[in-house]
């Protein structure tokens, strides 16, 4: 019996593994919970030569080990251990990447995607009535809304999460349109409409860009044989969007202008959203100059950005965090955690196509991570982070046996 149990927790653990991908927009505390229960039958399922094997022959394993690691070890010229500290469980599922790795299957890609809209789609319709409770129907209970901002919509993280998920969503929903199964296709397009739709009102600028990035390329995958024609498409259908989310959306619009505006009257105001992200851009820049091999180590940005900021722009609010990905590890670790995070961001996975149908995806995954680290630190933040490291053991994660031989 315990044989025949050993047996069934592969199919257990890769059960546990597709659902992982429902709370991706939701919180994300189930996760933990159920990569313990994974952990547990992987060490119930034993061979653990063999699994040493699997990884040791798997590049990101590595890749995402040596991320993770490069916090500790830059603990060695920290001064705050404590906020280093604090700074290394943020990356937390790049530690847990190994049992991901192991009970991950590319045969079930399809599930995942799949799984994850359908919790996209759920937190969609509690967006949805959240919006139209808040601006058509006040009268209407409250809804299930994130305790953030005030014009936040969305049912369990931040814009600022909410946003960048959306946009990968609406990518694959629109991918699964053009290029998946004919009797599918027009529940996924109505999906990817309302995922865009969505998207104008979610009030996350980062992730409406990242969407307009992933939008061009999925333009080219679907003309990759007219380049020109691509072009011409990808400029027309984002000229398009923007248009029409500009006219049709009182609050992207008021965003959008504010930008404008901010960035226009940059030399004359302070402490404006843009304003403050280009002061924070500068600042770190003129930080890591002056640490540029090992950085300032992981706990130790928020004290030496304040001496930096106290500099340069005393009169402008200061922060814990620049608001890149790419600046956060190059003051902190330096141009060795800078080499590691490009590894990581772009692995050498991604470069030797596998000819399959998923070759696509993979693309439109590392454009999607690359763009969203211009504007946040998003694999400092849980939901996105983990939406990375579980796409990314799917698809660019090396092809496993069947476990057992079977």
Known sequence: MITSLRQLAPRMGAALFVSLFFFIPAHVAPVYVLTALMLLLSLFEGRFREKW??????????????????????LLWTEDLAAGLKMLGRYGFFLLSPLYLLVARREHAGKCILVFLAGIAGAEVLAYYNWLQMHVVPEWPRGIRVQKEAEDTAPF??????????????????YRFLFGEAGHRRGYGLLALATCGNLVFSGGRAGQ????????????????????????????????????????????????????????????????????????????????????????????????YARVHE?????????????????????????????????????????????????????????????????????????????????????????????GGR
């Not at 798997?58 to 830059?74: G, N, R, V």
């Not at 814009?159 to 990518?171: C, M, N, S, T, V």
């Not at 202008?257 to 404006?272: K, L, Q, Y």
């Open 53 to 74: 094997t699997i990884l040791r022959g798997d590049s990101l394993f590595w890749i995402f080990q040596a991320f993770f690691w490069i916090i500790p070890l830059s």
């Open 157 to 174: 993280v931040d814009h600022i999460l909410y946003a960048p998920i959306l946009a990968w969503a609406g990518y694959l929903a629109a």
């Open 209 to 304: 860009m990242v969407f307009l990035a992933l939008l061009a390329v999925l333009v080219f995958q679907r003309f990759a044989k007219r380049p020109a024609l691509a072009t011409l498409l990808s400029a027309a259908l984002i000229s398009a969007l923007l248009a029409v989310s500009y006219v049709s959306n009182d609050y992207f619009r008021s965003r959008l202008d504010m930008a404008v505006e901010e960035i226009a009257s940059i030399d004359n105001t302070v402490n404006t959203s843009t304003g403050l992200r280009l002061t924070f851009y500068a600042n770190s820049v003129r930080l890591f100059t002056e640490h540029p091999l090992i950085g300032v180590g992981a706990g130790d940005f928020t004290r030496e």
């Open 311 to 403: 500099q340069h722009s005393p009169g402008w609010l200061t922060t814990t965090n620049p608001h890149n990905q790419y600046l956060f590890v190059l003051t902190t670790t330096g141009l060795l955690g800078g080499a590691i995070l490009l590894q990581t961001l772009f692995p050498p996975a991604l470069w030797r196509r596998q000819g399959d149908k998923l070759d696509h995806l993979r693309i439109g995954l590392v454009v999607f991570i690359g763009v969203s680290c211009l504007f946040e630190d998003y694999l400092w933040r849980s939901n996105t982070s983990l939406l990375f490291v579980l796409f990314a053991v799917v698809l660019l994660g090396k092809p496993k046996p069947v476990p």
